[in-house]
């Protein structure tokens, strides 16, 4: 049964997507069966793993649209070994017309991909609503990637609360993986006071691996590839694979 884990951040800027790709690249480059669920309406996973939004015959969104459609015909594969349920620009209005009756959607479609992955990543927008209480409900635990930038720390307590809901009231059994920071600047004071703050208050919480900030970032982007593969060797990049492999080594 593949393990599914929920990226997640209520706040703009955090390093979200870019942890869910690369976490990804670098899971499939330890040999793992890994499968991307894009359901942010701006598709940036979907694009920084080389696919073009417009070129897409079906996406997530077909999913929502259709639930009678078998995921497996939704799915796409890029040239590394990932796959990837891709985003589509429909997702906010599908989003506007959602009920709580549609909150297990996500879960059940996934359900029906269990066997064909050993981890399932979702990269979710950066506020709340039903794309990511349906990201919640689906997953078995949390990734909080968190930049230490000002207001990281308002996003990450609104992003805590959002768990403790969903563990009271529709997923009981979801779990905090981690707490990741992102974006890493050295000697600033804004840096220095969130890094402090967020060890302060979640010690028990918190990867020691960090993500420092890097240009392999945006190298990847423009290249349509994770930083990971693009600069293996980078600091940053091992970071990453150190996490993906925490990840992996706690669900054994």
Same mark, same amino acid.
């Given at each position: 049964m593949a393990k599914?884990?929920?990226?997640?951040?209520?706040?703009?800027?955090?390093?979200k997507t870019t942890t869910a790709i690369n976490l990804a690249a670098a899971l499939v480059g330890i040999g793992k069966r890994v499968l991307l669920v894009?359901?942010?309406? #701006?598709? @940036?996973?979907?694009?920084g793993v080389g696919f073009v939004l417009d070129d897409l015959d079906r996406t997530? *969104?077909?999913l929502f649209a259709n639930p009678e459609l078998d995921p497996r015909d939704a799915v796409i594969a890029t040239d590394f070994g990932l796959h990837v349920l891709a985003a589509s620009r429909g997702l906010a209005k599908t989003a506007m017309n959602m009920s709580p009756g549609d909150m297990?959607?996500?879960?059940?479609?996934?359900?029906?991909?269990d066997s064909d992955y050993d981890v399932i990543l979702i990269d979710t927008p950066p506020n709340e609503g039903y794309m990511t209480y349906m990201a919640l409900a689906a997953a078995d635990a949390v990734v909080i990637?968190?930049?230490t930038r000002g207001f990281s720390e308002e996003g990450l307590a609104q992003t805590i609360d959002g768990i403790t809901v969903a563990r009271k009231t529709y997923n009981? @059994?979801?779990q905090l993986?981690?707490?990741?920071?992102?974006?890493?600047?050295?000697?600033?004071?804004v840096a220095n006071s969130v890094l402090k703050n967020v #060890?302060? *208050?979640?010690?028990?919480?918190?990867?020691?691996?960090?993500?420092?900030?890097?240009?392999?970032f945006d190298k990847g982007n423009e290249a349509g590839l994770p930083g990971v593969l693009v600069e293996p060797g980078h600091k940053a990049a091992k970071a990453y694979r150190n996490v993906a492999r925490r990840l992996i080594d706690a669900d054994q």
């Open positions: 599914k884990y929920a990226v997640m951040m209520y706040k703009g800027g955090s390093g894009d359901l942010d309406r #701006q598709g @940036n996973a979907t694009t997530v *969104n077909d297990f959607l996500l879960r059940e479609f996934l359900s029906q991909l990637p968190v930049a009981p @059994n979801l993986a981690g707490i990741l920071f992102t974006n890493v600047e050295r000697f600033t004071l #060890q302060r *208050n979640y010690a028990d919480s918190v990867f020691g691996d960090r993500i420092p900030k890097a240009s392999l």
